[in-house]
Each structure stands twice: as C-alpha cells, then as structure tokens.
C-alpha cells in the first residue's frame, strides 16, 4: 500500500511539478493530447483533495495512461516517484 505523506501539502509545488513533468514529457517524445487532459484534471483537482486522494488519483491516472499506451511502466513509475518518493505498484 503506498504511503502518500510525501506528497507536498502545498497546491502550488504540486502543480509546478506537474508542470515541470510535463515538460519533461513533451521532451522524451510522449505527445499524445490525452497525457495533457489527465494531467490537466489532475492540477484542477488539486485544491480539492486530500494527500492521500491526490497520490490516489495520480496512481489511478498513470494507470489509466499505461493501459491506453500513452507511455511506459517505467516513466509512469517515474513519474509517482517524483510525488511520492516510492515507486509505482503495478
């Protein structure tokens, strides 16, 4: 079971990590609309939510990601691990 106290409590860390995953995304070559719709619901939401339904959604996300092909396993592990500092349980 993954432990979200990692997770900044800050809204604005929060979403300039995921600003600056993105970035680093477009770089690897993943540019697929659907990696920036997730993503982009996943920074409306963070006001909304709690650490632990935040790490929640993200996992869900890069699952969802993985599934659709969008990238890897091991850039969606990454990714977790930049949030949460533990790899992603798939």
Known sequence: M?????ISDSDEELKELLKEILSEIKKSGYGQQIIFDEFEELRNDIPHLSKKSFGQLLKSKLGDLVAAKAFDKTL??????????QMFPF
């Open 76 to 85: 969606a592990s990454d990714i977790f691990k930049q949030f949460t500092d």
């Open 2 to 6: 993954p432990d979200y106290s990692k």
